[in-house]
């Protein structure tokens, strides 16, 4: 069964700091993707990144960036220079393409607050 | 577009009434979910219809039923509502016929509380 985990359940920070979210999952497909969504104070949930398991190259988009290790099944997210508008709980998620049909597995999210 | 929109925004029931929540998108998806979230659980599936005319059980169906009236709009009924059912339900939608590869996005959800 797959499974993902965020070990942080909350994180606190002070303005300008950098931060990483660490996400660790399991799956026994070979082919699969992994996502991150922010759910700000609103309430909705925002799409961020998406990527499948066989593009290991780092993103980057702004002052976000993604590291995929495939060796250690982690896709942790870290924020440059944090700002109080990055203040939101973040989940990771896991979407396997063979065995558990239509469905993204998250993990519990981290709240990560950002003082000014 | 106005992407996915959920009504109501709001709800409180007793136990034992019975409501559905309603979820529409404009973006021409095939696929359409419907998730809750309870605190310290991060969101969990309860039924998918991955394309029209069709629909399926996710990992926590019992108690609710779907209906995929049709490519825009997919439904969620409580017949008898409990309080274990108090959760924020989120309606989302994504692209393709194969929805196991595709981003899913997500509408602004419905805060529901059973007394």
């Known amino acids: 069964a797959q499974k993902v985990t965020q070990a942080q359940t909350e994180i606190s920070v002070v303005e300008k700091e950098d931060v990483t979210l660490d996400c660790v999952y399991e799956?026994?497909?070979?082919?699969?993707?992994l996502f991150w969504y922010k759910q700000p104070p609103s309430g909705e949930l925002v799409f961020l990144i998406r990527?499948?398991?066989?593009?290991?190259q780092n993103e980057i988009s702004g002052r976000y960036s993604w590291n995929f290790q495939k060796s250690t099944s982690s896709f942790n997210f870290t924020i440059t220079a944090s700002q109080v508008v990055d203040s939101a709980v973040y989940f990771c998620?896991?979407?396997?393409?063979?065995?558990?049909?239509?469905?993204?597995?998250f993990g519990e999210g981290t709240q990560l607050t950002v003082n000014p | 577009n106005a992407g996915v929109t959920q009504t109501p925004k709001f709800q409180v029931l007793k136990t034992g009434q019975s409501m559905t929540l309603q979820c529409a998108q404009d973006?021409?998806?095939?696929?359409m979910y419907w998730y809750r979230q309870d605190p310290g659980m991060g969101l969990r599936l309860i039924y998918y219809?991955?394309?029209?005319?069709?629909?399926d059980k996710g990992e926590v169906p019992n108690g609710y039923n779907v209906s995929r009236l049709n490519k825009r709009e997919f439904s969620l009924r409580l017949e008898s509502a409990a309080p274990s059912q108090t959760s924020v339900y989120f309606c989302?939608?994504?692209?393709?016929?194969?929805?196991?590869?595709?981003?899913?996005?997500f509408g602004p959800g419905t805060r529901l509380t059973v007394l």
């Open positions: 998620a896991l979407s396997e393409t063979e065995t558990s049909g239509s469905r993204l597995t």
């Open positions: 990527r499948n398991s066989f593009d290991e």
């Open positions: 989302a939608s994504s692209e393709a016929i194969s929805p196991r590869t595709d981003t899913q996005y």
């Open positions: 219809s991955a394309s029209e005319g069709t629909t």
């Open positions: 799956t026994r497909d070979t082919t699969y993707y």
């Open positions: 973006m021409n998806h095939n696929s």
